[in-house]
């Protein structure tokens, strides 16, 4: 599998612990439109893993 980050603004505390689902929604390309399982989480970025996306994938999600 290969490994995305997601980063976004610095939270106060993590937003997700490894294992947690999360929903990523209006992102492009549309492959990230998905649940994915989280592996790593700090309080601006985290990280999943999926056979289906591209090598050292790097997206930017705003967090609302």
């Known amino acids: 599998n290969k490994i995305a980050t997601v980063t976004f603004a610095t939270q106060s505390i993590p ?6 689902t999360i929903v990523l929604s209006g992102v492009n390309p549309t492959v990230y439109n998905a649940s994915w399982t989280v592996i790593g989480c700090t309080t601006n970025s985290l990280t999943f893993s999926s056979a289906s996306i591209s090598p050292s994938s790097y997206i930017v999600i705003k967090c609302l």
Request: charged share 15%.
């Open 15 to 20: 937003p997700a612990l490894p294992g947690e």
